[in-house]
């Protein structure tokens, strides 16, 4: 009798380690599925906004003929496909980043241009996309943050090194605007 006890308790609790593995498995399979929507949230701001710079582009292109420069990285600025590593999304970011303020600065050198309703309406779409792409990465940068905490945390980093689950990268801001801002009046 005994023995059926001590049988019935070793079997329950490897049905009880068993079932926590499985548990564990799907739950950083979930944790990933999560990651993956949300750094897919980032691919959708970063094409919403390349593709407002390409409008804004277009409204001001006419008092642009003497920017060459902007002109050339703008058009050949290229979207980094869904799978591209985080560090390539990042520096896509960041270029489109400076494309936008580069334009912006044409903007602010043309009064008539200013003046367009068109491109104030693009420029108040940009802010939009801003606060878009800003909340997309919070969302990434949590749940790799969350992700990566159970990576490395006992007891879910036994299943996760066996397994092989490997922490993530998080969405960094460019080292410029990390410095504090400066205001000359």
Do not use: C
Not at 132 to 154: C, D, E, G, M, P
Request: aromatic residues 10%; hydrophobic residues 45%.
């Amino acid at each position: 009798m005994t023995e059926l006890y001590i049988g019935l308790g070793i079997g329950l609790l490897l049905l009880i380690i068993v079932g926590w593995i499985i548990s564990t498995i799907n739950s950083f399979r979930r944790m990933l599925v999560k990651i993956d929507e949300s750094e897919s949230s980032i691919d959708v701001a970063l094409t919403k906004r390349f593709d407002l710079l390409s409008k804004m582009f277009s409204a001001v292109k006419g008092y642009m003929k003497h920017e060459q420069e902007t002109l050339t990285k703008v058009v050949s600025m290229r979207q980094p496909s869904h799978g591209a590593p985080m560090a390539e999304k990042q520096e896509f970011a960041n270029e489109v980043t400076r494309g936008l303020q580069a334009i912006n600065v044409v903007v602010e050198q043309y009064p008539d241009l200013k003046a367009s309703q068109n491109v104030g309406k693009l420029q108040d779409a940009s802010v939009e996309v801003e606060e878009n792409l800003q909340a997309a990465r919070r969302v990434y940068n949590s749940n790799v943050s969350y992700y990566n905490q159970k990576v490395v945390v006992f007891p879910s980093n036994i299943i996760a090194n066996w397994k092989k689950f490997e922490k993530r990268a998080f969405f960094e801001a460019e080292a410029i605007k990390r410095q504090d801002v400066k205001f000359d009046f």
